[in-house]
């Protein structure tokens, strides 16, 4: 009997599935599975708060981002501004619909609801506020943090820049400049969310109602 109950304590590795003892690393440390390698646990310092803190600055830079002019070109005196909204439409309209709902989903959406499920899942913890949701939002954000591709988008940016300049004059907008602001909010906002930290609050709360 003891050895049943042994077994239901074990955690598997989301990776390999492989049976692990309960683990609680250091703040600081990083805890992963020996068969595979895959990152279990990285403990941070105030993870719940600066979720909070950087899932806002993230929702405050959506906006200028998403639609202000990102780079302009000029070309024979005509000045020409581009955004990631103009970028999608205009694909859209030489049939490329495809490649147009890639970069909306990857650049625009996914992005927009990252940092949306960051914001709602870290201000119920951080004001200990039981929700029926937080668990599904927490599912949602696990899978969205591996589609939502800003990185990809800015490439594609730099190595337009880099062609454009040779043939015209090229000037950088106010929205790259948000656009850049945003991949830093988003990758620190990766980086510093605790995961086990965050289901271990999800669970007392969700026990609490």
């Known amino acids: ?34 068969r595979c390698g895959y990152l279990l646990q990285r403990p941070s310092k105030q993870s719940i708060e600066k979720t909070l803190a950087l899932s806002i600055a993230g929702l ?16 024979l005196g005509t000045s020409h501004d581009g955004t990631l909204w103009s970028g999608v439409f205009t694909l859209f309209t030489e049939g490329m619909w495809a ?5 909306f989903l990857s650049s625009m959406l996914f992005p927009l609801l990252n940092v949306v499920l960051s914001l709602l899942v870290s201000f119920y913890l951080h004001f200990n506020k039981p ?5 599904h939002w927490m599912r949602w954000l696990q899978h969205l943090q591996e589609w939502a591709m800003l990185e990809v988008y800015m490439l594609g940016i730099i190595v ?7 043939m015209s004059e090229v000037k950088f907008g106010l929205g790259l400049y948000a656009f850049i602001a945003l991949i830093v909010v988003t990758g620190m906002l990766a980086s510093n969310s605790d995961e086990h930290l965050f289901w271990q609050h999800i669970r007392r709360l969700t026990s609490k109602s």
């Open 99 to 103: 490649v147009a709902v890639l970069v």
């Open 160 to 166: 337009a820049c880099v062609k454009l300049t040779s």
């Open 131 to 135: 929700n029926k949701y937080l668990a």
């Open 60 to 75: 405050m830079l959506m906006l200028p981002a998403n639609l202000l002019p990102l780079v302009g070109i000029k070309v």
């Open 1 to 34: 009997m003891s050895q049943s109950v042994n077994v239901m304590e074990l955690a598997a590795c989301p990776e390999c599935d492989l049976l692990l003892n309960p683990l609680q690393a250091a703040v600081g440390e990083k805890a992963h599975c020996p």
